[in-house]
């Protein structure tokens, strides 16, 4: 068995320039990938809109005015909530100034080592931070406010013209192509449609089954704003393996500052491990698992290659550009041996030899 060190050096080359295409193209390449997935989940309803004899242009914007006023109508559903939990930010306030207090205390006592500590200036030096750069932090939130209304602006607009487009653009991509391959091509495009489409379509799903019962169960406990926190941990849940323990960790803190007692926070705990061992073995291989078809190595891989490129909306989208990545090396015989890197056929070759 040869190797051939040119064919090497051309794919570490190809791969690297790749990498650092998306790294740098980030601003432009991360809203059209979500844009890309959103026309993916978006196509059925415009399809069907085009079927009852509606203009393309009028399908698309009536499917996009759908899409939006129902986003603003769960964050005005829960927005009292939310400005409930900021009121509270206060009563934050004096709980964590109690406990800095009692870990100075503690570090006194104990750990004669140390130079004596006094809480009082700890809060008085951290009143004074909070002084000098509160114009920085609301210049700070301000801006990033600005960048995540014109980011949206910007994905709305890109899913507009990809719907309306989305045949031409499909033609260019088939004509690309010889002749001979075009049909080849045509049934590839349509298969990676349908991977970013149920994947989208299950994770709604299942943004929806843990909202559900993260908010039922914080009820049950008796913690404020149950459906605040529960339906965002489960959107949390996009984000892979991340994703569940920052959600449970939110209420956790919340509890833990608002409550005087820590059983609260306890049951809090057990019931979102509980939750979460349920959607990880059960709910989440049936329901999204089923249609990626990417074992576990893959799926960590491409979270932290996605997070080190862009962020935490890498961490959300590279799971599903994996997913359509593979694929795409499925129709191309020099790249079957990434296709099946990707795939869970590693877990099942490995069984089946066994």
């Known amino acids: ?42 196509y059925p309803v415009v399809q069907k809109l085009e079927s009852w004899k509606l203009p393309r ?12 006023t129902s986003i603003v109508g769960i964050f ?11 009121e509270e930010l206060s009563n934050f306030e004096k709980k964590l100034s109690e406990m800095s207090n009692e870990v100075v ?51 709305i607009v890109y899913t507009f013209l990809l719907l309306i487009y989305r045949s031409g653009l499909k033609r260019v991509i088939i004509e690309s192509a010889p002749k001979k391959h075009h049909e080849t091509v045509a049934k590839m495009l349509a298969e990676m449609q349908q991977v970013g489409q149920k994947y989208l379509f ?9 909202g559900i019962a993260n908010s039922t169960a914080l009820l049950i406990i008796g913690v404020d704003h149950a459906f605040f926190f529960g339906f965002l941990a489960g959107l949390l849940a996009i984000i892979p393996y991340v994703g ?16 005087d007692d820590y059983l609260t926070p306890l049951l809090v705990i057990v019931t979102f491990w509980v939750i979460q061992l349920v959607e990880s073995n059960f709910l ?43 694929v795409f090396c ?21 069984k089946a030899k066994s």
């Not at 005005?76 to 900021?86: C, K, R, T």
């Open 105 to 155: 205390l503690f570090i006194n006592k104990h750990l004669s080592i140390m130079p004596s500590i006094d809480g009082k200036d700890i809060l008085d030096n951290g009143a004074k931070w909070v002084q000098e750069s509160g114009g920085e932090i609301v210049k700070g939130t301000v801006s990033r406010t600005s960048a995540i209304i014109s980011g949206i602006m910007i994905v």
């Open 202 to 210: 299950g994770m709604s799903i299942m943004i929806l089954i843990l």
């Open 244 to 259: 569940t323990t920052i959600g449970a960790g939110i209420p956790v803190l919340y509890t833990l500052m608002t409550y």
């Open 1 to 42: 068995m040869d190797l051939s060190f040119k064919k090497t050096f051309y794919a570490l080359a190809c791969a690297a320039a790749i990498l650092t295409l998306i790294y740098f193209g980030r601003p432009i390449l991360m809203s059209l990938t979500i844009a890309l997935l959103l026309s993916f989940i978006l």
């Open 76 to 86: 005005y559903l829960f927005g009292s909530q939310i400005m409930n939990v900021m």
């Open 57 to 68: 242009v009028t399908s698309a914007i009536l499917t996009l005015v759908i899409i939006v």
């Open 330 to 350: 499925g129709y191309f015989n020099q790249l079957k041996p990434v296709g099946l890197l990707l795939g869970d056929q590693l877990y099942e070759n490995k």
């Open 284 to 326: 989440s291989p049936k329901i999204v698992g089923g249609n990626m078809n990417i074992n576990a190595l893959a799926a960590i891989l491409s979270l932290l290659i996605g997070g080190y490129l862009w962020g935490v909306g890498g961490m959300v989208l590279f799971l599903p550009l994996a997913a359509i990545f593979k």
